[in-house]
Nanobody, 115 residues
Framework: QVQFVESGGGLVQPGGSLRLSCAASKIMFRMYVMGWYRQAPGKQRELVASITSGSSTNYADSVKGRFTISRDNAKNMVYLQMNSLKPEDTAVYYC?????????WGQGTQVTVSS
């Protein structure tokens, strides 16, 4: 069955960095638009960053210049490098993959930015 498994979350101080990883299995990964979303308590899930099959990227205004999304099609992996983290980046981060009518989600990984 299709699986998206995130890793790399944790507790970090403001100004710190984390790198999230998402491993996808049982899909034609290179065809998928991959994205990272996040959901903070009491808030709606929002798009953080996305990357197309051709590696074009898109970022939420709140993370531009701080976060970088990348993919490795040979390994079926997508990454989110997060720098200069702020307390407002605290959320559960979800990996998403979409292609045609397919829309898959990971289980999420918690990122907490706090001193």
């Amino acid at each position: 069955q299709v699986q998206f498994v995130e890793s790399g979350g944790g507790l970090v101080q403001p100004g710190g960095s984390l790198r999230l990883s998402c491993a996808a299995s049982k899909i034609m990964f290179r065809m998928y638009v991959m994205g990272w979303y996040r959901q903070a308590p009491g808030k709606q899930r929002e798009l953080v960053a996305s990357i197309t099959s051709g590696s074009s990227t898109n970022y939420a205004d709140s993370v531009k210049g701080r976060f970088t999304i990348s993919r490795d099609n040979a390994k079926n992996m997508v990454y989110l490098q997060m720098n200069s983290l702020k307390p407002e980046d605290t959320a559960v981060y979800y990996c998403n993959g979409r292609w045609l009518t397919n829309d898959y989600w990971g289980q999420g990984t918690q990122v907490t930015v706090s001193s």
